[in-house]
């Protein structure tokens, strides 16, 4: 079966900074990728390529088998299969919780007003906020709008989700409870990619752990061997970094 | 010679007063749809179009609102158009206030941060979406103080139309002070009528501006 992902020699730059150079990254139906690496190492303009929000300047990428260009048409078409949950979380603040959800389904795919009510109650109650489907963003915790923000994604029923540094922008507190639905989503066999700094929950719930390094994926495999054995230097010293950095987490 | 009584000076000035709202009213609404057009013009991903909307805030933002009077007075009636005193007040401000009312809510839509565009992106909503569900209703909220704020300015720029002879109060005002010689009591009745027009203007915005700004107990 191909991957549902596949993005082969990624070239993306800023001005004259070169962030991703010949970056490939292949992710399988059902399959739990975390992307890790220092800040500036490309993981988010890698993300952000992934669902559209930037266009690569040379390389091929593939979603479910179609090739995505930078045309507007296939970038929309791109976005219905991959979902985005980002650090600031992005909530519409004019917008209740279940509104917020709601949104989408209603302008992209046409749902009734009482069908996308069913669905949004579905998607909160899904991420354990059923109750707060009438609260407004700023009646919520970090927490709670970062979990509104998985429902809004999911409600469109991604064949992928991308979370982008999903829990760095959340007091510690509340780190725990927007893991904890990851950790459910990977259960029910999601297909995931995170970008995190999260690593021991990466190690816990990832089928596969992507280093990248200086724009392109310096190694990756399966967290245990990456972890106990890294190949490189940059992942042996980023490993020790990253382990005196959460620890305590 | 006709004389002048008191109800005869407020009478005149109250029936300026008259042209007055109405001129502010044409342009406050022409001036809110070419302002919306600008916006449109202004967000939007071609270069030469963005360019062009922004070319136009410079000039009317730029050249007196007098000259620009008097470049469509003297100019139409140079090309043998006969156009009205009123015509012209009314197209001319209604470009006026666009040009401003369009650089002002282009000024919430950008307060606006790039999360929320990124977000109803990768909703994938299409471009017209975001902006009608998610940044505009935002952008509004902003942009209610302003907008009244502006309305004020544009009460006030009404006068400048009696230059052409368009009889507004203010145009009322000199009319019956050459008559009268009580220039001193005509215009500061004038003054009166301004302001009673503005200040409640000015006091809504100032309300509008401390409700959309308080921190908690926004709704």
């Known amino acids: 079966m191909p991957p549902l992902i596949n993005a082969d020699g990624i070239h993306k730059s800023f001005g004259g900074m070169e962030v991703l150079r010949g970056t490939t990254l292949r992710v399988d139906e059902g399959e739990v990728a975390a992307v890790i690496g220092r800040s500036g190492s490309g993981k988010s303009t890698l993300l952000r390529i992934l669902n559209g929000l930037e266009t690569c300047d040379a390389g091929f990428l593939s979603v479910d088998g179609e090739r995505i260009s930078g045309l507007e048409r296939d970038l929309r078409r791109l976005r219905l299969k991959v979902g985005m949950v980002f650090q600031q979380f992005n909530l519409f603040p004019h917008l209740t919780a279940g509104e917020n959800v709601m949104l989408a389904p209603r302008a992209v795919k046409r749902l009734s007003r009482p069908e996308a009510k069913s669905l949004a109650g579905e998607m909160l109650a899904g991420v354990g906020l059923a109750d707060r489907f009438d609260a407004f963003p700023d009646q919520l915790s970090g927490g709670q709008q970062q979990r509104v923000a998985i429902a809004r994604a999911l409600a469109m029923r991604p064949r992928v989700l991308l979370c982008d540094e999903i829990t760095s922008a959340l007091d510690p507190e509340l780190v725990g409870e927007v893991l904890e639905v990851v950790r459910k989503l990977a259960a029910a066999g999601m297909t995931l990619v995170l970008v995190t700094h999260e690593m021991r929950f990466a190690r816990e719930v990832c089928d596969r752990l992507v280093f990248m390094h200086n724009g392109v994926v310096g190694e990756e495999g399966k967290p245990a061997e990456l972890f106990s054995r890294p190949q490189t230097p940059e992942l042996a010293a980023f490993i020790g970094q990253a382990g005196q950095g959460s620890a305590g987490r | ?219």
Not at chain 2, 4 to 20: A, E, K, M, N
Not at chain 2, 34 to 41: K, N, P, V
């Open chain 2, 1 to 219: 010679m006709i004389r002048f009584t008191f109800p005869d000076i407020v009478r005149g000035l109250v029936s300026g007063l008259f042209w007055t709202v109405g001129l502010s009213l044409i342009a406050f609404l022409g001036g809110g749809l070419a302002g919306f057009a600008i916006l449109m013009a202004r967000l939007s991903r071609n270069r030469i179009v963005s360019r062009a909307a922004s070319l136009y805030i410079e000039f009317f933002q730029g050249a007196p609102l007098l000259m620009q009077l008097f470049l469509v007075f003297f100019g139409f009636s140079l090309l043998g158009f006969n156009i009205s005193p009123l015509a012209t007040a009314a197209s001319v401000l209604t470009l006026y206030a666009g040009a401003y009312l369009g650089e002002i809510w282009r000024g919430s839509v950008e307060s606006l941060p790039r999360g929320q565009w990124e977000a109803a992106e990768s909703l994938a909503l299409g471009r017209w979406a975001q902006l009608r569900l998610v940044i505009l209703p935002q952008a509004l909220r902003i942009s209610i103080p302003p907008t009244v704020g502006f309305s004020v300015q544009l009460v006030k720029g009404t006068a400048v139309t009696s230059i052409i002879g368009f009889l507004e109060i203010t145009k009322a005002g000199t009319m019956i002070a050459n008559a009268t010689y009580r220039p001193l009591m005509v215009y500061g009745l004038a003054a009166l009528g301004y302001f009673l027009l503005c200040f409640p203007l000015s006091l809504a915005a100032r309300r509008l501006e401390r409700r959309f700004h308080a921190p908690a107990d926004k709704r």
